[in-house]
C-alpha cells in the first residue's frame, strides 16, 4: 500500500494521508478485509509523527471506512454490506490463506478461474 506525502504542500500531513486513503478505498485499490500498517509502521515509513497516523486511524474509524481489531490491527471495513464489498473480504482472506500456504500467486489465481468456470 503506498501513502505518500508532500511536507512542503499547504495541506496538512493529516489531511493529505486521510484523502489518500478514502479515495483509495473508494475506488477499490483499499479493499474491504485490506489490513493497514500499524501506526507506528507507517509513520515510520512515511516520516510523520505516530500521533498523526493515530489521529488518521480514529477518522478513517469514526466515518466508518475501517474497523480496528484491538491487538489484531485496522482493516478496511465493507461499508454497505453489498455483494462486491462482501466477496472482497472473501478475496482478502482467500489471498493471505494462500500466502500463508505459500502458494504462487499466479497458482491461486488459477485456482479461482478455475472454481469461477473461466479459462
Not at 11 to 40: C, Y
Request: aromatic letters at 6%; proline letters at 3%; hydrophobic letters at 45%.
Amino acid at each position: 500500500m503506498v501513502f505518500t506525502v508532500d511536507k512542503g504542500s499547504p495541506v496538512t500531513l493529516f489531511e493529505q494521508l486521510h484523502s489518500q486513503a478514502i479515495s483509495k478505498i473508494e475506488s477499490g485499490e483499499l479493499i474491504a478485509g485490506t489490513k493497514l500498517p500499524t501506526v507506528r509502521q507507517l509513520a515510520t515509513d512515511l516520516e510523520v509523527a505516530p500521533y498523526t497516523v493515530a489521529r488518521l486511524y480514529r477518522a478513517l474509524e469514526a466515518d466508518g471506512f475501517v474497523e480496528t481489531l484491538g491487538r489484531n490491527g485496522t482493516v478496511v471495513k465493507a461499508r454497505s454490506g453489498t455483494s462486491a464489498e462482501l466477496l472482497q473480504v472473501s478475496a482478502t482472506e482467500y489471498a493471505a490463506r494462500a500466502r500463508d500456504l505459500g502458494i504462487e500467486p499466479a497458482t491461486a489465481l488459477e485456482f479461482v478461474r478455475t472454481a469461477l468456470g473461466v479459462d
